[in-house]
Structure formats: structure tokens, C-alpha cells
T-cell receptor, first 110, second 114 residues
Framework: AQRVTQPEKLLSVFKGAPVELKCNYS??????LFWYVQYSRQRLQLLLR??SRESIKGFTADHNKGETSFHLKKPFAQEEDSAMYYC????????????FGAGTRLFVKA | DAGITQSPRHKVTETGTPVTLRCHQT?????MYWYRQDPGHGLRLIHY???????DKGEVSDGYSVSRSKTEDFLLTLESATSSQTSVYFC?????????????FGPGTRLTVL
């Protein structure tokens, strides 16, 4: 079964500390992988996607095919990073059915 | 924000009543989606549309129906609302529907079924 697992419901770190939000997936094939973010009182929006190999707001995500993981990392967390983060996958075929994880709420303390 | 609006933004209704939520887009995107967001479950796909009059079921479609008579509007109907359908509902759009396509989300509708 296709599934995205985010093991941490809540992650709390101090400002300036490194942060890693974990994401593991179950999928028989090579999916496209995304991280979406929802800041307080804002819409859910794309943070980054694997295919772009991009770094947005200092965040990067590495796809480990062997471990079927797509963890999101940032070396120095900022207070404005506090938000709800969702990992998602989209099958490379029939890709219009994106599957989301349950989300991790990141809280960055001053 | 992409041109996506949802109405109403908040609604309280009673068990057994019909409810219709509307998603309107001005981007002329082909694909439209309805999700529900619940604690511990994240976003789950209810129904989606890949064109006018073309819709299909998602992961949690029981108790919901949809219609898309125009490119810009995607309606979600709860024929007889139940308390388990209390949730936040998000509409999303995508241009092409391919796997790498970004989804753009509406502001959400908070529905409470008493």
C-alpha cells in the first residue's frame, strides 16, 4: 500500500539549532516527493520538491531510495520556520493522486 | 496566492442536513481536488476532477459527492452530514496533473456537524 509516514507529530527546537523532519514512504516504484508547509493563518503551499533539487528558505531534502526516506533538514532553525510540515508523494504514473503524511508541527523557540 | 477561493469559509450544521462546499478558481487549471484535514491523518483525498464532468473517487469518498460543470467550479456535497465529517476541507488545483506538478491550495472551509 502507498503510504507516507511522518513519525513526529511535534518537533520543538531552539532558534539556531539544526532541525530534521523525518519522512518515510512506502511505494512500489519511484515516486515524486514533496514537502508542503502551512504557516499560521496561511494556505498550504509547496516548500520544495525532489525533482528540483532546490533549497528553499535554507531547507533541503535528501531522497534515500534504500531507506525510502525524504527527510527535510535545515542547519539553523529560525522562529519563522514554525509551521506545520507535510511530506507527500505522487506516483510517477497516474501522478494526480498525491498522498500526504499526517504532518509534523515544528515549533522553534527563541 | 493562486486564484482559488472557497465558500463558505466556516459552516456549522446539524446531522442529517445536506451541505455543499464550493471551490472556485481563476487559473484555468484542469485538475481540481478536495481534501479533508484531520489531526493525525494529515490531508486525505476525497474526490478529484481531471476536467469538466470528469471526476473520480479518492481515498475517503464515502458520504461525499462532487460535480464540475465548469472549469472554474468544483462542488463538494455532503448529502446527509454526519459528525464524522466535521473537518477542515481544502480545495486544490493543478495545471497538468503530472507527478511533478505543484498543487495550489485554497484557504480551507471549517465545517462543524453537530
Amino acid at each position: 500500500a502507498q503510504r507516507v509516514t511522518q513519525p513526529e507529530k511535534l518537533l520543538s527546537v531552539f532558534k539556531g539549532a539544526p532541525v530534521e523532519l523525518k519522512c518515510n514512504y512506502s511505494y512500489s516504484g519511484s515516486p515524486e516527493l514533496f514537502w508542503y508547509v502551512q504557516y499560521s493563518r496561511q494556505r498550504l503551499q509547496l516548500l520544495l520538491r525532489h525533482i528540483s533539487r532546490e533549497s528553499i528558505k535554507g531547507f533541503t531534502a535528501d531522497h534515500n531510495k534504500g531507506e525510502t526516506s525524504f527527510h527535510l533538514k535545515k542547519p539553523f532553525a529560525q522562529e519563522e520556520d514554525s509551521a506545520m510540515y507535510y511530506c507527500a508523494l505522487s506516483p510517477l504514473t497516474g501522478g494526480f493522486k498525491t498522498i500526504f503524511g499526517a504532518g509534523t508541527r515544528l515549533f522553534v523557540k527563541a | 496566492d493562486a486564484g482559488i477561493t472557497q465558500s463558505p469559509r466556516h459552516k456549522v450544521t446539524e446531522t442529517g442536513t445536506p451541505v455543499t462546499l464550493r471551490c472556485h478558481q481563476t487559473e484555468n487549471h484542469r485538475y481540481m481536488y478536495w481534501y479533508r484535514q484531520d489531526p493525525g491523518h494529515g490531508l486525505r483525498l476525497i474526490h478529484y476532477s481531471y476536467g469538466v464532468k470528469d471526476t473520480d473517487k479518492g481515498e475517503v469518498s464515502d458520504g461525499y459527492s462532487v460535480s464540475r460543470s465548469k472549469t472554474e467550479d468544483f462542488l463538494l456535497t455532503l448529502e446527509s452530514a454526519t459528525s464524522s465529517q466535521t473537518s477542515v476541507y481544502f480545495c486544490a488545483i493543478a495545471q497538468s496533473g503530472i507527478s511533478t506538478d505543484t498543487q495550489y491550495f485554497g484557504p480551507g472551509t471549517r465545517l462543524t456537524v453537530l
